[in-house]
C-alpha cells in the first residue's frame, strides 16, 4: 500500500528556511507516511527551488499567490491524505505519530498546536491566543492544516486568493476540525521585527477588514507595505 500523506509547502523567497523545515519531515518518511513533496513556488528569485529538488521534492513554478499557489499544488497531489505547511514552519518531534493516528480514527481536518521559536511572555501570550482561536474553528495556515483529499474535493479547496486561503479554508471546514497532539513552532522573525503588539494588532485588522468584504487583493498589498 502506498504511503497516504502528500506534504506541500507554499514558497516564496523560503530558502533559509527550508532545511528546518524539511529535517522535521524526516520522520513521517522514515515512518513510511510521506508520499510526497510538493513545493509550489511563487517565483522565488533566490535558491528555494534548487534547496527544494536537493531534499526531493517536487517543486512547481507559478504566479505569487498562496492560494493559488496551494491549488496547484493539491491538483499535482496523490496522497488520499495532505498535509500543508509553511515554509518557516518546524513541526516539533512524535508528530507522525499523532499524525498516523488521526488517519485510522478520524475523517475531520486537523490543525496543530502553535509555538514561536522564541521564548518569553509575548510569543507565549500570542501562541496562546493562536492557540484559542483555533479551538472556536479559526486556525491559521501556519499550524499546518492535515484534511483528507476527499474532504478537500468536497468544500472546493483553497481559493486562488494571495491572502486569508486559511481564513477562506477554515469557513469551509467549520465543524470539521480537530486539534492535533503535537506542536507546529513557527517563526517569530516578523514579530521581532515589527514588535509583537504591532504585529499582532496588524493581524487583527487584516482579519477584520476581511470579514467585512476587503477583497483579499487590497488586503495583501496593505499586508506587504
Known amino acids: 500500500m502506498p504511503a497516504r500523506l502528500s506534504v ?27 508520499r510526497e513533496l510538493i513545493v509550489s513556488d511563487g517565483g522565488s528569485d533566490d ?8 531534499w526531493g521534492a517536487e517543486v512547481l513554478h507559478g504566479p505569487p499567490s498562496r492560494g493559488g499557489q496551494l491549488r496547484r499544488a493539491v491538483a499535482e497531489a496523490r496522497g488520499e491524505w495532505l498535509l ?24 475531520d481536518a486537523g490543525w496543530f498546536r502553535l509555538a ?12 496562546s491566543w493562536a492557540n484559542l482561536r483555533s479551538r472556536m474553528g479559526l486556525p491559521y495556515g ?3 492544516l492535515l484534511i483528507s483529499r476527499a474532504l478537500y474535493d468536497a468544500i472546493g479547496g483553497y481559493p486562488d486568493q494571495p491572502l486569508m486561503e486559511d481564513v477562506a ?11 492535533l497532539d503535537g506542536v507546529a513552532v513557527t517563526s517569530a522573525s516578523k514579530y521581532r521585527k515589527q514588535g509583537w503588539m504591532r504585529r499582532g494588532a496588524r493581524n487583527l ?5 476581511y470579514g467585512a468584504g476587503v477583497s483579499p487583493d487590497r488586503l495583501a498589498a496593505a499586508y506587504r507595505r
Request: net charge negative; with cysteine.
Open 8 to 34: 506541500i509547502v507554499p514558497t516564496l523567497n523560503a530558502e533559509p528556511a527550508l532545511a528546518a523545515c524539511f529535517t522535521a519531515l524526516m520522520e513521517g518518511l522514515d515512518a513510511g507516511l510521506i
Open 47 to 54: 535558491a528555494t527551488g534548487a534547496v527544494a529538488q536537493a
Open 84 to 107: 500543508v505547511l509553511h515554509a518557516d514552519t518546524v513541526l516539533r518531534a512524535g508528530w507522525s505519530e499523532t499524525v498516523a493516528r488521526h488517519l485510522e480514527t478520524s475523517d
Open 116 to 127: 514561536f521559536d522564541q521564548r518569553g511572555f509575548a510569543p507565549s501570550a500570542v501562541a
Open 142 to 144: 501556519d499550524q499546518g
Open 169 to 179: 479554508m477554515a469557513g469551509k471546514l467549520k465543524g470539521r476540525f480537530a486539534e
Open 205 to 209: 485588522w487584516t482579519l477584520a477588514r
